[in-house]
Each structure stands twice: as C-alpha cells, then as structure tokens.
C-alpha cells in the first residue's frame, strides 16, 4: 500500500487549502481513507475518514463544518478540503489507510501512512 499526499501550503487566516492523496491498493474498493495531522509539540492526531463508498464520513470534532473528506473511486483519490483554517490547524498532514471504518480509525492508529505535506494558517 503506498500513500501520495499533496497540495499543503501556507494560507492565511480563513482562507481554504484542499489536500490530495493518491492511493496504490491491491483493491481500492475494501479500504478506508483518512487523514491524521501532527501539529509542533502535539501527538499525532485524527482528522477525518471515508469509506469505500464515499457514503460514510467521521470527522474530528475540532474540524467538523469546516473540513471535507471526499473520495473518487475511479481514480484512487481521496481529497480533503479544509475551509475557514485558522492557526490551530498549521500542521503535517498524513494520508492514512486501513480496512476498519472511519469511526474505528479514530481510536485505531491506522495500518498504513503516506508522507506527510505541510499546511501552515498564518495569522
């Protein structure tokens, strides 16, 4: 399983940024895919995750409204978009894959990791 994040950058204050992983899976279809993000100083943490259908969704509770997790199963891509940043959210963030459900990824460290792409919120 190899994980393709891209798109970070620096944005400014309520300003919109949408992060991009491209996935190489042995069948696309049985994995969900998240995002996990590492702030300065802080642990690891959940951000959002979808299911193989793109019906399902969990979001972490600092992101929820804001962030949108999509995925195109035609082209092995999910996508993140991530609205109204503020400070908070400058971090390293990772594309992540396992075959639970989004809910279960966020209490479950996941199996597999990309690298990682920096957001920085300036203010």
């Known amino acids: 399983v190899q994980l393709q994040a891209s798109g970070g950058g620096l944005v400014q204050v309520g300003g919109s940024l949408r992060l991009s992983c491209t996935a190489s899976l042995s069948t696309f279809g049985r994995y969900t895919l998240g995002w996990f993000r590492q702030a300065p100083g802080r642990e690891r943490e959940f951000v959002a995750a979808?299911?193989?259908?793109?019906?399902?969704?969990d979001y972490a509770p600092a992101v929820k409204g804001r962030f949108t997790v999509s995925r195109e199963n035609g082209k092995n891509t999910v996508h993140l978009q991530m609205n109204e940043l503020n400070p908070e959210d400058t971090a390293v963030y990772y594309c992540?894959?396992?075959?639970?459900?989004?809910?279960?990824?966020?209490?479950?460290?996941?199996?597999?990791w990309g690298q990682g792409t920096l957001v920085t919120v300036s203010s």
């Open positions: 979808v299911t193989l259908s793109g019906a399902s969704t």
């Open positions: 992540v894959a396992d075959t639970y459900t989004p809910q279960a990824m966020s209490v479950i460290p996941p199996s597999y």
